[in-house]
């Protein structure tokens, strides 16, 4: 079964760190493209990061530029997402998903999601 | 607020059609492929049509999706309470190098 889970989710307080995994199980993860795409309580979905296959190209939504890097791991089929600087309006259930055509317009698998709540 | 734009809600009775749209600009819509899903309650959201129309195995025909212009819409026949969910579109925006999705419509069976 194709799969995706997410861990690294917790409690932190602003102006914090946090990283985040996404292990990938039965498929070839080192051919697909993946995201993170958080949602924040009762609200809607936001993209905030994209990375191509082979890692040559990254991107980010502008809430998270330059606090947010994403990073992959093929050998240990893994994906990262490592958060600096963080604020209350981060605060949401990030989800790692798989890129369907590895253009970031459409994403097929989805893990369960973790919580982040950043608060003092 | 969110690049692309749905209504808020929809609803319909059981049995019956419903169109959900999503409007964008030159910018996504107007130049890249759309992408639709549900989320029901709870859950992380599901894929339903991708490339404008075409839908991942698994996904009944009931759903489809069209894009025309700068808009696109998703179509659920034969409602059931069951695809009482949220719905969002999803694109790709060239001018922001980012992808982006609609605010969502929730979808009520009465």
């Not at chain 1, 093929?74 to 958060?83: F, G, P, V």
């Not at chain 2, 209504?7 to 959900?20: C, D, E, M, R």
């Not at chain 2, 179509?75 to 069951?82: A, D, F, M, S």
Request: hydrophobic share 30%; aromatic share 10%; glycine share 12%.
């Amino acid at each position: 079964e194709e799969q995706l889970v997410e861990s690294g989710g917790g409690l932190v307080q602003p102006g914090g760190s946090l990283r985040l995994s996404c292990a990938a199980s039965g498929f070839t993860f080192s051919t697909y493209s993946m995201n993170w795409v958080r949602q924040a309580p009762g609200k809607g979905l936001e993209w905030l990061s994209y990375i191509s296959r082979n890692n040559n190209i990254i991107h980010y939504a502008a809430s998270v530029k330059g606090r947010f890097t994403i990073s992959r791991d093929s050998a240990k089929n893994s994906l990262h997402l490592q958060m600096n600087s963080l604020r209350a309006e981060d605060t949401a259930v990030y989800y790692c998903a798989r890129d369907i055509g590895g253009r970031a317009d459409a994403f097929d698998i989805w893990g369960q999601g973790t919580m982040v709540t950043v608060s003092s | 607020q969110s690049v692309l734009t749905q209504p808020p809600s929809v609803s319909a009775a059981p049995g019956q059609k419903v169109t959900i749209s999503c409007s964008g600009s030159s910018s996504n819509i107007g130049n890249n492929y759309v992408s639709w899903y549900q989320q029901l309650p709870g859950t992380a959201p599901k894929l339903l049509i991708y490339d404008n129309n075409e839908r991942p195995s698994g996904i009944p025909d009931r759903f489809s999706g069209s894009k025309s212009g700068t808009s696109a819409t998703l179509g659920i026949t034969g409602l059931q309470t069951g695809d009482e969910a949220d719905y969002y579109c999803g694109t790709w925006d060239s001018s922001l190098s980012a992808a982006v999705f609609g605010g969502g419509t929730k979808l009520t069976v009465l």
